[in-house]
């Protein structure tokens, strides 16, 4: 079955960096787009970041637009978000999703567990 | 970007009740509309995608319409496990937006 598992998420200082990972099985990863999305504390869903099965292609929402890169190892299953210069709102849980429906800008259909990211003094 | 509201913001229903929530877009989508279903602490579960199609797995109780930009999804039957908060999402455009969720608790 398909599986998503987050790591590398924890405690930062703003202006700090932190790499997200997502370990995935259960499919044919490469060719798979593949998503990064997150939630605040209490708050709604914010789509962050998409990428093509071959990594070649990526967009990214402005609020996170030159500060996170999105990548994946297609040799490892694996999928990533480096997170540079981090503020306090930032502060979210952290979940990758495989993009099922790849019409348009696609849509998730299957989510990992989610790691939490707290950027704090 | 494409603002989606929802509305109800929150309901209470019984286990039984038919229970709809409506999705507007700011602009059309087309049927680029996504629906999901969110319990306290867990991730969210994609229960439909191009306005009503099921994803593999989810119950026939559920079902999606509407075309442009009002969308509606409807629970026929609504059983405990149902109660969660449940937010659209359009994917016609980027950056993907979600509406900002609508909880069903217990009446």
């Known amino acids: 079955q398909v599986q998503l598992v987050e790591s590398g998420g924890g405690l930062v200082k703003p202006g700090g960096s932190l790499r997200l990972s997502c370990a995935t099985s259960g499919f044919t990863f490469s060719d798979c787009y593949m998503s990064w999305i997150r939630q605040a504390p209490g708050k709604g869903l914010e789509w962050l970041s998409y990428i093509s099965g071959s990594g070649s292609t990526t967009h990214y929402a402005d609020s996170v637009k030159g500060r996170f890169t999105i990548s994946r190892d297609n040799a490892k299953n694996s999928l990533h978000l480096q997170m540079n210069s981090l503020r306090v709102e930032d502060t979210a849980v952290y979940y990758c999703?495989?993009?099922?429906?790849?019409?348009?800008?696609?849509?998730?259909?299957?989510w990992g567990q989610g790691t939490l990211v707290t950027v704090s003094s | 970007d494409i603002q989606m509201t929802q509305s109800p913001s929150s309901l209470s229903a019984s286990v039984g009740d038919r229970v709809t929530i409506t999705c507007r877009a700011s602009?059309?989508?087309?049927?680029?509309l996504a629906w999901f279903q969110q319990k306290p602490g867990k991730a969210p579960k994609s229960l439909i995608y191009a306005t009503s199609s099921l994803q593999s797995g989810v119950p026939s109780r559920f079902s999606g319409s509407g075309s442009g930009t009002d969308f509606t999804l409807t629970i026929s039957s609504l059983q405990p496990e149902d109660f969660a908060t449940y937010y659209c999402?359009?994917?016609?455009?980027?950056?993907?937006?979600f509406g900002p969720g609508t909880k069903v608790d217990i009446k």
């Open positions: 999402q359009q994917y016609n455009s980027y950056p993907p937006t």
């Open positions: 999703a495989r993009v099922g429906d790849l019409a348009a800008a696609g849509s998730a259909d299957y």
């Open positions: 602009q059309g989508i087309s049927n680029y």
